[in-house]
């Protein structure tokens, strides 16, 4: 984290009942309330007196907004009148108790205030989507209406007498009827007519899931009755083969749910209806989780080496002193057991834990590991859940029912009241930070703050720390423990640098010939390889031989990705596809050629080269269902599959027994780019993918192929010595004024015509110059310039680490911000304020 000055904020007091400075309770109370909208403020609504006991902070409320109806989130309740307007009512309370506790209202508070976005913005990224309840337009039959239908046509007509007969007609009701998604002209000219009117309700989208339960009547509990029954020889056969089904599922599994009886029976639901038609078995509808929990236990199997015991021992001494820990261990040192006995701590003492993940492609692996020691404590909760999935994992958090839960960024805002805990594992990561839409925060940081609300502690993990995270233990701001030794006894793979640029061909090398010789003997140990390249897609562009001409998207200032499994060329800023060109609009030639690699080429070309390999791709394309990061993983655990081609997805600490080899394809495309963070990023990757080699035995090979074998990066990791790059770096960092030691700000002004982005992000620099002209770098133009259709233009503030002077800075950006909207020149731009960008 990069060092922040943090004012935690008190919130107590927006939880006590309003009272007036003598004590006595105020005449007239009002609520700060949370609606999910990026408005300049929260606004403020009067309570009326029959819901004076029942408003609670952190409760949501149903209230009107320009005539339409939201839910909303109580902030704290005040006594003082808004002055200038008159607060509308709140309209309804639609929770008994608080979906937040006071500890999540102080965190949205923070990142918004830290982060520059509204709190409403928070809470749309906060809470599921089925706790956010929609508004619904209903059109209401007008009962004084003469029902004269006569000055009607004929799609007004039906919509009428259907209005006439149910008195009320949803949208989507109007929609079916006249067979047609554009209907408000036709609503319009109705209730011109005075036919209708129409009104806003709030449309509650969570539905619990039941399941059918049969259950045996009471009076068979008494076993001579029971015996009786079963010894009854007037019974029909087949109620006698579900009656004894019933009673051996209830027997196994404690309960029986109606398919499950029908199923082991081989009965219809007709045979069943007899014996409930003769009181013997009743059905029941139960409220059941749509996500199945295993039952709660906590079992330890394994005991820690005496490195990880001396680590785990010196976290458990630095939490004594420090609320945040950074653990510092190599690939495959076990680190993971060590959270794990930290966990086991935590759930004993009846604390919760939040275990942050940067990927959802972590989780599968992680979470079964986790329910083999902790059971049904533990719980899963990311962006491919459905939205009643995540409302009913959000409840379960919120009761203090889950002990344990492992997530990715998203997880930081779930309801946790006894939080103990959280874990940061690959705490380096980007994917920690959100990027769009707002709020832009970083994870790791909103979770250092945050652990601070409930004097918990926070354990960051990572083989290649970040560097503002590794200087915050330099200057003992955070603790540091490190685990310098493999797990087992294991050593680190060899490396091997091939100098592709020593290699003549006229293509791109994709397999040098080394690389193939080591597949082809991994391959022959039965053993398993990772092959590493960061792109996607078959190829990142073609171009035409003749003229040069290279397809770009319409909409992106950037060149189109071929895909060959779905024969498009795909943007992979906007989405948008493309068909395949197979002639030059420019200059008619026939003749393209493809420029690099995606993952899609390397499966092909493994595919040809080697015979009977079983391989896999693990990248963006592949990875979209639900379940497809599971299968995948399970697949390779158990070596059915040879060899794995993947992105940046690979390398983020799964843990695969059986590879032996590691092949790093373009380490040029890592090397090379154009951010300040290019030599951490790079040795973090490759060091990284390499971890994933001999983690079990002591044969594993890295082979990296390079052109620039003389690049300072490499030295650091063919020797895997992350204080050499720290020190390395840090220099530099240090020279030309980055984070650890500055604060960044970064503005995107985006316009669809170019020069009004340009002349907005001119007028606000010219605006702030005043105070900040030593700290601007900018505006200037990115890299790719056009995304969707909008122009870009970048200004970047290198502040000190000042607490005021920072503060002072980013008021001075709201003010701006405001002014330039206040223009209507320039209204229409969009002004993207990002906090520590990364």
Same mark, same amino acid.
């Given at each position: 984290?990069?060092?922040?000055?943090?004012?935690?904020?008190?919130?107590?007091?927006?939880? &006590?009942?309003?009272?007036?400075?003598?004590?006595?309770?105020?005449?007239?109370?009002? @609520?700060?309330?949370?609606?999910?909208?990026?408005?300049?403020?929260?606004?403020?609504?009067?309570?009326?007196?029959?819901?004076?006991?029942?408003?609670?902070?952190?409760?949501?409320?149903?209230?009107?907004?320009?005539?339409?109806?939201?839910?909303?989130?109580?902030?704290?309740?005040?006594?003082?009148?808004?002055?200038?307007?008159?607060?509308?009512?709140?309209?309804?309370?639609?929770?008994?108790?608080?979906?937040?506790?006071?500890?999540?209202?102080?965190?949205?508070?923070?990142?918004?205030?830290?982060?520059?976005?509204?709190?409403?913005?928070?809470?749309?990224? @906060?809470?599921?989507?089925?706790?956010?309840?929609?508004?619904?337009?209903?059109?209401?039959?007008?009962?004084? &209406?003469?029902?004269?239908?006569?000055?009607?046509?004929?799609?007004?007509?039906?919509?009428?007498?259907?209005?006439?007969?149910?008195?009320?007609?949803?949208?989507?009701?109007?929609?079916?009827?006249?067979?047609?998604?554009?209907?408000?002209?036709?609503? !319009?000219?109705?209730?011109?007519?005075?036919?209708?009117?129409?009104?806003?309700?709030?449309?509650?989208?969570?539905?619990?899931?039941?399941?059918?339960?049969?259950?045996?009547?009471?009076?068979?509990?008494?076993?001579?009755?029971?015996?009786?029954?079963?010894?009854?020889?007037?019974?029909?056969?087949?109620?006698?083969?579900?009656?004894?089904?019933?009673?051996?599922?209830?027997?196994?599994?404690?309960?029986?749910?109606?398919?499950?009886?029908?199923?082991?029976?081989?009965?219809?639901?007709?045979?069943?209806?007899?014996?409930?038609? !003769?009181?013997?078995?009743?059905?029941?509808?139960?409220?059941?989780?749509?996500?199945?929990?295993?039952?709660?236990?906590?079992?330890?199997?394994?005991?820690?080496?005496? @490195?990880?015991?001396?680590?785990?021992?010196?976290?458990?001494?630095?939490?004594?002193?420090?609320?945040?820990?950074?653990?510092?261990?190599?690939?495959?040192?076990?680190?993971?057991?060590?959270?794990?006995?930290?966990?086991?701590?935590?759930?004993?003492?009846?604390?919760?834990?939040?275990?942050?993940?940067?990927?959802?492609?972590?989780?599968?692996?992680?979470?079964?590991?986790?329910?083999?020691?902790?059971?049904?404590?533990?719980?899963?909760?990311?962006?491919?859940?459905?939205?009643?999935?995540?409302?009913?994992?959000?409840?379960?958090?919120?009761?203090?029912?889950?002990?344990?839960?492992?997530?990715?960024?998203?997880?930081?805002?779930?309801?946790?009241?006894?939080?103990?805990?959280?874990?940061?594992?690959?705490?380096?990561?980007?994917?920690?930070?959100?990027?769009?839409?707002?709020?832009?925060?970083? @994870?790791?940081?909103?979770?250092?703050?945050?652990?601070?609300?409930? &004097?918990?502690?926070?354990?960051?993990?990572?083989?290649?720390?970040?560097?503002?995270?590794?200087?915050?233990?330099?200057?003992?701001?955070?603790?540091?423990?490190?685990?310098?030794?493999?797990?087992?006894?294991?050593?680190?793979?060899?490396?091997?640098?091939?100098?592709?640029?020593?290699?003549?061909?006229?293509?791109?090398?994709?397999?040098?010939?080394?690389?193939?010789?080591?597949?082809?003997?991994?391959?022959?140990?039965?053993?398993?390889?990772?092959?590493?390249?960061?792109?996607?897609?078959?190829?990142?562009?073609?171009?035409?031989?003749?003229?040069?001409?290279?397809?770009?998207?319409?909409?992106?200032?950037?060149?189109?990705?071929?895909?060959?499994?779905?024969?498009?060329?795909?943007? &992979?800023?906007?989405?948008?596809?493309?068909?395949?060109?197979?002639?030059?609009?420019?200059?008619?030639?026939?003749?393209?050629?493809?420029?690099?690699?995606?993952?899609?080429?390397?499966?092909?070309?493994?595919?040809?080269?080697?015979?009977?390999?079983?391989?896999?791709?693990?990248?963006?394309?592949?990875?979209?269902?639900?379940?497809?990061?599971?299968?995948?993983?399970?697949?390779?655990?158990?070596?059915?599959?040879?060899?794995?081609?993947?992105?940046?997805?690979?390398?983020?600490?799964?843990?695969?027994?059986?590879?032996?080899?590691?092949?790093?394809?373009?380490?040029?495309?890592?090397?090379?780019?154009?951010?300040?963070?290019?030599?951490?990023?790079?040795?973090?990757?490759?060091?990284?993918?390499?971890?994933?080699?001999?983690? !079990?035995?002591?044969?594993?090979?890295?082979?990296?192929?390079?052109?620039?074998?003389?690049?300072?990066?490499?030295?650091?990791?063919?020797?895997?010595?992350?204080?050499?790059?720290?020190?390395?770096?840090?220099?530099?960092?240090?020279?030309?004024?980055?984070?650890?030691?500055?604060?960044?700000?970064?503005?995107?002004?985006?316009?669809?015509?170019?020069?009004?982005?340009?002349?907005?992000?001119?007028?606000?620099?010219?605006?702030?110059?005043?105070?900040?002209?030593?700290?601007?770098?900018?505006?200037?133009?990115?890299?790719?310039?056009?995304?969707?259709?909008?122009?870009?233009?970048?200004?970047?503030?290198?502040?000190?680490?000042?607490?005021?002077?920072?503060?002072?800075?980013?008021?001075?950006?709201?003010?701006?911000?405001?002014?330039?909207?206040?223009?209507?020149?320039?209204?229409?731009?969009?002004?993207?304020?990002?906090?520590?960008?990364?």
């Amino acid at each position: 984290m990069t060092e922040k000055e943090i004012e935690n904020t008190d919130a107590s007091n927006n939880i &006590h009942p309003p009272v007036m400075g003598d004590g006595r309770e105020s005449d007239n109370v009002y @609520a700060e309330i949370i609606i999910p909208f990026a408005l300049p403020k929260n606004y403020t609504w009067s309570v009326p007196d029959s819901f004076r006991n029942a408003i609670k902070p952190g409760a949501r409320v149903e209230v009107m907004l320009k005539n339409k109806r939201y839910a909303g989130i109580i902030k704290k309740i005040i006594t003082q009148k808004p002055e200038g307007f008159e607060p509308k009512p709140i309209l309804n309370i639609l929770d008994d108790e608080p979906q937040l506790h006071a500890q999540q209202l102080q965190l949205w508070q923070w990142i918004a205030d830290y982060y520059m976005c509204s709190e409403g913005e928070v809470m749309q990224a @906060a809470m599921p989507a089925n706790l956010k309840l929609s508004s619904e337009t209903i059109l209401v039959w007008n009962e004084v &209406h003469n029902e004269d239908f006569s000055d009607l046509n004929d799609r007004e007509y039906i919509i009428a007498e259907a209005l006439n007969i149910r008195k009320e007609l949803k949208i989507g009701e109007v929609q079916q009827l006249l067979d047609a998604s554009h209907v408000y002209p036709v609503i !319009k000219s109705l209730i011109e007519k005075n036919v209708c009117h129409v009104w806003e309700e709030l449309k509650e989208k969570y539905k619990e899931k039941t399941e059918t339960y049969i259950v045996l009547h009471p009076q068979y509990h008494d076993e001579d009755k029971l015996a009786d029954l079963l010894n009854s020889s007037t019974r029909a056969p087949k109620q006698m083969e579900l009656l004894l089904s019933y009673l051996h599922l209830i027997k196994e599994e404690g309960e029986v749910t109606q398919p499950s009886l029908l199923k082991k029976s081989n009965a219809s639901a007709a045979q069943l209806k007899g014996l409930m038609d !003769k009181n013997i078995l009743f059905a029941e509808k139960r409220s059941v989780n749509r996500i199945r929990s295993l039952p709660k236990n906590v079992f330890i199997d394994f005991t820690l080496s005496s @490195a990880q015991q001396n680590a785990f021992e010196s976290v458990q001494k630095s939490f004594e002193e420090k609320n945040v820990c950074l653990l510092h261990g190599i690939t495959a040192s076990g680190k993971t057991q060590i959270y794990i006995k930290l966990m086991e701590q935590f759930i004993r003492q009846d604390k919760q834990v939040l275990y942050m993940l940067p990927e959802i492609a972590l989780t599968a692996q992680v979470v079964r590991r986790l329910q083999k020691h902790f059971g049904g404590y533990i719980a899963v909760y990311h962006s491919k859940f459905n939205a009643n999935e995540r409302v009913e994992i959000w409840n379960r958090i919120k009761s203090g029912e889950l002990k344990v839960l492992l997530g990715a960024r998203s997880a930081l805002f779930l309801p946790f009241n006894n939080l103990g805990l959280i874990i940061a594992d690959e705490e380096h990561d980007a994917s920690y930070k959100q990027q769009d839409p707002a709020p832009r925060y970083h @994870a790791r940081d909103a979770a250092v703050y945050y652990v601070g609300l409930f &004097h918990a502690k926070i354990l960051l993990g990572s083989a290649t720390p970040s560097i503002e995270s590794y200087y915050n233990t330099q200057i003992n701001k955070y603790a540091l423990v490190e685990l310098k030794e493999r797990f087992g006894d294991a050593t680190h793979p060899s490396i091997d640098i091939i100098d592709i640029s020593k290699i003549s061909s006229k293509e791109k090398v994709l397999i040098s010939e080394p690389l193939k010789e080591a597949i082809a003997a991994t391959l022959a140990q039965r053993k398993q390889i990772i092959l590493f390249q960061n792109r996607r897609g078959y190829t990142p562009y073609l171009i035409c031989n003749v003229c040069g001409w290279i397809p770009q998207c319409r909409n992106c200032d950037v060149t189109l990705t071929y895909h060959k499994a779905k024969n498009k060329m795909l943007c &992979h800023y906007c989405g948008t596809e493309y068909p395949v060109l197979y002639s030059c609009p420019q200059c008619g030639s026939h003749d393209f050629k493809q420029r690099n690699f995606g993952t899609e080429k390397i499966e092909e070309l493994v595919a040809e080269t080697f015979e009977d390999v079983r391989i896999a791709r693990m990248d963006y394309d592949t990875m979209r269902g639900k379940n497809n990061h599971d299968t995948l993983i399970k697949l390779f655990e158990q070596q059915k599959i040879d060899l794995l081609v993947g992105t940046q997805m690979i390398v983020k600490g799964l843990d695969f027994e059986h590879v032996n080899l590691v092949g790093i394809l373009d380490a040029d495309s890592l090397l090379y780019f154009a951010d300040f963070r290019v030599n951490e990023r790079a040795f973090q990757l490759m060091e990284q993918v390499s971890g994933r080699a001999g983690r !079990k035995d002591n044969n594993g090979k890295v082979m990296i192929q390079v052109s620039n074998i003389y690049h300072p990066v490499l030295k650091f990791v063919m020797s895997h010595d992350y204080k050499g790059l720290y020190d390395f770096d840090i220099q530099s960092r240090k020279q030309y004024f980055y984070p650890p030691f500055t604060r960044l700000i970064h503005i995107r002004f985006r316009h669809k015509e170019n020069h009004i982005a340009e002349e907005a992000a001119n007028i606000f620099v010219n605006a702030i110059k005043k105070d900040f002209e030593n700290y601007i770098t900018g505006p200037a133009q990115p890299v790719v310039n056009r995304l969707r259709n909008k122009y870009l233009w970048d200004i970047l503030l290198k502040l000190p680490k000042h607490t005021s002077l920072v503060a002072r800075c980013k008021k001075e950006i709201e003010q701006q911000t405001a002014f330039l909207k206040f223009n209507k020149r320039y209204r229409s731009v969009d002004v993207i304020i990002d906090i520590d960008p990364v």
